[in-house]
């Protein structure tokens, strides 16, 4: 794996999630090439269900295939960073045909009015027709989430991404959302992002009717085939969204999506975000077109995968990164023969 292994490091259009630089590992697999990019402040343990993804997708899974896909098209939303509301129309302008928008709030450093504004801003440029969703990374507290979410109501959301971080808190909030929605006809949907890929286990939010949707994203959740079994045990409709890749690692999730039952998927997928990168390892990135992305899976370009080389010491880093997290997965579930 090491001797297959480039490092890339792409700076993004606007900052995102603290990040104005994406590091990726791709891979020239066998099967495809595969990626590897787990944010860097993350832990080995949890890296290591990211490496199992990008084994997976580069090297087949465990009878050395990849899942059926059923369809070959998949519906994409904009995904809207924490940009000044000025900056709105620019960044939708990278989505072209996407008729939802994913829009982050609860930014630390920022105030309900900037999101407020941000939002408005988004729908007076996708109108009426347009569907928002509201990503908070669990930044809310139930109270501060109760107060945003009315304010934001008039807007009329989707749903709200993650606006606490706990199961608890998400279930509180979400039976507060129902009790006074039932007054008004419709509540705010809770969907479940970091209770789901940072979990322990990723069920548990669904079981505890936490959500009424869960966003599921392939390489944090181990790969295609695992991310599958456990949208089947979770019951719940589901988005899938990228981790912000490169179109390799996009193609992953591509590949899920494409992959799931009919009846799984809730609306447009968030797996638009190549368009936030300001670069690719492809001359044939996976953006958006009319609303939605092509499911195939995109060649690295060995010119383009020089041009965005990471630093040696950077590269370093992610080689000793792989092989602790090889280290822990082979521990995990040895391998037969050895
Ligand atoms: O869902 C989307 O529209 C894009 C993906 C996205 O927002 C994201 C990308 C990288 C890390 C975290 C997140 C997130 O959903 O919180
Ligand atoms: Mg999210």
């Not at 090439?33 to 899974?61: C, V």
């Not at 505890?208 to 019951?235: F, H, N, W």
């Not at 492809?282 to 965005?308: F, I, M, N, Q, Y």
């Amino acid at each position: 794996m090491l001797d297959r292994a480039r490092v890339v490091a792409i700076p993004l259009r606007a900052r995102f999630r603290g990040v104005t630089e994406r590091e990726a590992v791709i891979f020239d697999a066998p099967g495809g090439a595969s990626e590897f990019s787990p944010f860097t402040e993350y832990g080995d343990a949890e890296a290591a269900h990211w490496l199992a993804a990008a084994i997976e997708f580069g090297w087949g899974g465990a009878d050395g295939e990849l899942p059926p896909i059923r369809r070959d098209r998949i519906p994409v939303n904009a995904t809207v960073p924490a940009v000044p509301a000025e900056d709105v129309a620019g960044i939708l302008a990278r989505f072209p045909g996407c008729r939802t928008a994913k829009v982050k709030v609860a930014e630390r450093g920022q105030s309900l009015a900037d999101d407020l504004a941000r939002v408005r801003a988004v729908r007076a440029t996708l109108g009426d027709e347009g569907r928002i969703r509201v990503d908070a990374n669990g930044g809310w507290s139930v109270a501060e989430a109760e107060t945003a979410l009315a304010a934001l109501s008039g807007f009329d959301l989707d749903y709200a991404e993650q606006p606490c971080a706990s199961i608890p808190e998400l279930a509180e909030l979400r039976s507060r959302l129902r009790a006074a929605g039932r007054q008004r006809g419709r509540p705010i949907r809770i969907a479940a992002d970091e209770s789901v890929r940072k979990a322990e286990d990723p069920v548990a939010v669904a079981r505890a009717g936490a959500a009424d949707l869960l966003v599921v994203k392939a390489q944090p959740l181990g790969g295609i085939a695992r991310t599958l079994g456990l949208v089947a045990e979770a019951g719940l409709p589901v988005v899938v969204s990228s981790a912000l890749e490169t179109s390799v690692g996009i193609a992953m999730g591509l590949h899920l999506a494409a992959a799931l039952p009919d009846d799984a998927l809730d609306g447009a997928c968030g797996l638009g975000t190549a368009a936030l990168l300001t670069g690719d390892v492809t001359p044939e990135p996976l953006l958006p077109r009319h609303g939605a992305l092509e499911v195939r899976r995109p060649r690295p370009d060995p010119e383009l995968l020089d041009r965005r080389a990471a630093s040696p010491e950077r590269e370093r880093w992610w080689l000793d990164r792989i092989a602790r997290c090889h280290a822990i997965l082979s521990q995990a579930d040895p391998q037969p023969g050895g």
